[in-house]
């Protein structure tokens, strides 16, 4: 290494005078000893070329460019190939990585609700899917034949596809107020990856009847199994009335109106 201000040479190198030589063209100059003018200079000249090569060699690394169809980013990719400089920063038209995930799950959404009902396939958004699929808990409401039942398939669909479940059951609820009625075991209602309960709060139930209804639920809750309300309900006064307060915790923070013109 040599400061060519001070002229100091510092090396570990067993071959230095070689390499210098190699290096620079000419033989080294006595250590620490005073270069004139023109040495400097000449060693700056030498410094320039290389720096030069340097950056000759860099520019011509192809640097693949892509641009992102979708989204208009750039990522920037070196492959290290030293070809013709015209070459470089060629621009390849590619979706970024972010764009196909992206697309991915838009597709998976579009695919989800291809069984929707088509009336009301232009309700449902992008977030209330994610949400139905993700909640533990939700409620969907909404007037007669506006696809409830269907979109609650659906999500059992989708999940089974996706093996976020293994088991789930549709029921009205009046089947399970029968089942217990007849000490019949709730054990699927309370062990099915996913329960969806139609027509919740169509009867009227004793106390005993809905307390056990509301156990089955809170033992799906506590073991982290989920379950989807279906409610005929128009508005939200209506399905405050249908969700007994001792449960609409549970729910509170999934509850999605399907609306649309009846399909019946
Ligand atoms: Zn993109």
């Given at each position: 290494?040599?400061?060519?201000?001070?002229?100091?040479?510092?090396?570990?190198?067993?071959?230095?005078?070689?390499?210098?030589?190699?290096?620079?063209?000419?033989?080294?100059?006595?250590?620490?000893?005073?270069?004139?003018?023109?040495?400097?200079?000449?060693m700056?000249?030498?410094?320039?070329?290389?720096?030069?090569?340097?950056?000759?060699?860099?520019?011509?690394?192809?640097?693949?460019?892509?641009?992102?169809?979708?989204?208009?980013?750039?990522?920037?990719?070196?492959?290290?190939?030293?070809?013709?400089?015209?070459?470089?920063?060629?621009?390849?038209?590619?979706?970024?990585?972010?764009?196909?995930?992206?697309?991915?799950?838009?597709?998976?959404f579009?695919?989800?609700?291809?069984?929707?009902?088509?009336?009301?396939?232009?309700?449902?958004?992008?977030?209330?899917?994610?949400?139905?699929?993700?909640?533990?808990?939700?409620?969907?409401?909404?007037?007669?034949?506006?696809?409830?039942?269907?979109?609650?398939?659906?999500?059992?669909?989708?999940?089974?596809?996706?093996?976020?479940?293994?088991?789930?059951?549709?029921?009205?609820?009046?089947?399970?107020?029968n089942?217990?009625?007849?000490?019949?075991?709730?054990?699927?209602?309370?062990?099915?990856?996913l329960?969806?309960?139609?027509?919740?709060?169509?009867?009227?139930?004793?106390?005993?009847?809905?307390?056990?209804?509301?156990?089955?639920?809170?033992?799906?809750?506590?073991?982290?199994?989920?379950t989807?309300?279906?409610?005929?309900?128009?508005?939200?006064?209506?399905?405050?009335?249908?969700?007994?307060?001792?449960?609409?915790?549970?729910?509170?923070?999934?509850?999605?109106?399907?609306?649309?013109?009846?399909?019946?």
């Open positions: 290494m040599i400061n060519i201000r001070t002229g100091e040479v510092k090396t570990n190198q067993k071959n230095f005078y070689d390499d210098y030589k190699r290096t620079y063209g000419f033989e080294p100059l006595k250590i620490q000893t005073e270069y004139t003018k023109e040495e400097i200079a000449s700056e000249e030498l410094e320039r070329k290389r720096e030069e090569k340097r950056i000759e060699k860099e520019s011509r690394m192809v640097i693949f460019k892509y641009r992102c169809t979708v989204c208009g980013s750039i990522t920037e990719d070196e492959d290290g190939l030293i070809i013709d400089p015209e070459e470089t920063a060629e621009f390849k038209e590619i979706k970024c990585e972010k764009c196909q995930k992206e697309e991915q799950i838009q597709k998976r579009y695919d989800f609700i291809k069984d929707v009902p088509i009336i009301f396939r232009d309700n449902l958004n992008f977030n209330q899917n994610k949400k139905l699929l993700t909640e533990r808990n939700s409620i969907l409401y909404g007037a007669y034949g506006v696809g409830k039942t269907t979109t609650a398939y659906s999500i059992a669909k989708e999940l089974w596809m996706d093996q976020k479940i293994k088991s789930f059951k549709v029921v009205r609820e009046i089947q399970i107020l089942d217990l009625r007849s000490d019949i075991s709730d054990y699927e209602y309370k062990n099915a990856d329960l969806v309960i139609d027509e919740f709060g169509k009867v009227n139930n004793t106390d005993f009847t809905k307390a056990q209804v509301f156990n089955i639920i809170d033992y799906r809750n506590d073991w982290d199994k989920k989807i309300l279906i409610c005929n309900a128009s508005t939200t006064e209506e399905l405050s009335k249908i969700i007994p307060v001792a449960i609409q915790d549970r729910f509170k923070k999934c509850v999605i109106k399907l609306e649309g013109k009846t399909k019946r």
